[in-house]
């Protein structure tokens, strides 16, 4: 025997006169007082746990949410500065490697040898440098020339000061 006696408000509408016409039109259907009070007991405390549930699901988001956003900002950051400058760097080595093949032929591996090291031999040259202050930064030119009365550049260790 189902009838309004077996149902209690279900309270999808919060307002005032939505709550009392439901209530009153559950006691008039011949629903009992203390099955009210059961439900909204009971009501009470599922919202009471629904709330802590949401205050501990709010409290780890807050620490969840800046990691999660960290790790999607790191991995970003790798695809822009080490994954989309190696796929320049392959686009260039095919391009080179077919221009190589179609100008020297069978030829081709010999002089992609001697552009690597010669590259390697570039990149030694320019770190087996000495580092001061008194080189120009002006190509073929140098070390700074030595002007009387104008001091170029500065005195460095285990040079003579006159």
């Given at each position: 025997m189902s009838g309004a006696a077996d149902e209690l408000p279900s309270g999808d509408d919060p307002s005032a006169n939505s709550v009392l016409t439901g209530t009153i039109s559950f006691l008039n259907g011949g629903g009992s007082l203390g099955t009210l009070l059961q439900g909204a007991i009971f009501g009470t405390l599922v919202?009471?746990?629904?709330?802590?549930?949401?205050?501990?699901?709010?409290?780890?988001?807050?620490?969840?949410?800046?990691?999660?956003?960290?790790?999607?900002?790191?991995?970003q950051f790798v695809d822009s500065a080490i994954l989309a400058p190696l796929g320049i760097i392959e686009t260039t080595a095919e391009a080179s490697a077919t221009a190589t093949a179609s100008q020297f032929g069978p030829f081709a591996i010999l002089v992609g040898v001697v552009l690597v090291l010669g590259a390697f031999w570039m990149i030694t040259q320019f770190l087996e440098q000495s580092e001061t202050s008194d080189t120009l930064p002006i190509p073929g030119l140098g070390d700074a020339p030595d002007?009387?009365?104008?001091?170029?550049?500065?005195?460095?260790?285990?040079e003579d000061e006159d």
């Open positions: 919202s009471f746990a629904t709330g802590g549930v949401n205050l501990i699901q709010s409290a780890f988001g807050l620490v969840i949410a800046p990691l999660d956003a960290l790790a999607s900002s790191v991995t002007i009387p009365g104008l001091p170029l550049g500065v005195t460095e260790e285990n």
